[in-house]
């Protein structure tokens, strides 16, 4: 299914005159920098791949800032998912063995634990769990840079995430 050559120099123009604006509409509802230019890739993906979707009354501005402004909404929808995952790794890492105390000796201990446990995960494991959560990439980014599917990258998180929990407990000598 190809495009005329027309449709593709309109949208080239409309890509030229109009990105600065929705990088800064996207900027402004709160999308981290560092991500902006993905949320606008997804805004002129969509309306590259579905043109027709636009009614011709609707100005071409508009009609990307209400793409853009739901593109922003998706992406505050997968970062609080990814924060769900975040708190609980957060309380299974600070989860703590009631008859100890919460002293710096202790969070040294599951600090190093933490290490030692990564340290045992393969190298792509390793680099998938920082990409995720230390880098903040989400599950769809992922999923694309490895050509997988966006299930297959949340099953091999869940998976490492009970394989790291199991390892804590072991390493820390609590049975749960």
């Known amino acids: 299914m190809g495009t005329p050559a027309s449709s593709g120099d309109d949208f080239e123009r409309i890509l030229r005159d109009t990105q600065g604006l929705i990088r800064a509409h996207i900027a402004g509802m709160g999308v981290r920098s560092d991500e902006v230019d993905d949320v606008a890739q997804e805004v002129y993906l969509d309306f590259a791949q579905h043109p027709e979707r636009r009614p011709p009354e609707v100005e071409v501005l508009r009609w990307l800032r209400g793409m ?33 105390g919460g002293d710096d000796e202790l969070a ?32 769809e980014a992922l999923a694309t840079a490895q050509g997988r599917s966006v299930g297959a990258v949340h ?10 929990r199991r390892c804590l407990l072991g390493q820390l000598g609590t049975a749960r």
């Open 68 to 100: 853009a402004r739901n593109c922003c909404h998706e992406y505050f929808r997968r970062r609080a998912r990814q924060a769900k995952h975040l708190v609980a790794i957060s309380d299974t890492l600070s989860a703590e063995d009631p008859a100890q």
């Open 108 to 139: 040294e201990a599951k600090l190093s634990a933490l290490r030692q446990c990564m340290e045992r995960l393969n190298q792509p494991h390793r680099d998938l769990l920082n990409r995720y959560y230390q880098d903040g990439q989400s599950a």
């Open 155 to 164: 099953m091999v998180l869940s998976r490492l995430r009970e394989t790291l």
